[in-house]
Nanobody, 120 residues
């Protein structure tokens, strides 16, 4: 049973920082691209950032220069460092990963979500 578990959400004041983590556990062969999404209730889920197995990254325009996505392949863990947070960053953040569970068995997995609230 392969699963993704997020941590690190919480309440922070505007201008503050948070670091989200997403750890993969269970039995699998490798992890390909990983990503962070976020969703505000009543709105569509938004792609925030992606990172390939080779650590190439991409960001949605609204977080460029403020958020940094990274991964530690030895720990099967992905991170999202969020700086200069704004109230509009308030959302539930989900991690996503393309996991090669075994040869010819690729799955797209989601974490359970972690809530980030940016408010004074």
């Amino acid at each position: 049973q392969v699963q993704l578990v997020e941590s690190g959400g919480g309440l922070v004041q505007p201008g503050g920082s948070l670091r989200l983590s997403c750890a993969a556990s269970g039995s699998f062969f490798s992890i390909n691209t990983m990503a962070w999404y976020r969703q505000v209730p009543g709105k569509e889920r938004e792609l925030v950032a992606t990172i390939t197995s080779g650590s190439n990254t991409n960001y949605v325009e609204s977080v460029k220069g403020r958020f940094t996505i990274s991964r530690d392949n030895a720990k099967n863990t992905m991170y999202l460092q969020m700086n200069s947070l704004k109230p509009e960053d308030t959302a539930i953040y989900y991690c996503n990963a393309v996991v090669l569970v075994r040869l010819s068995d690729t799955r797209v997995l989601w974490g359970q979500g972690t809530l980030v609230i940016v408010s004074s």
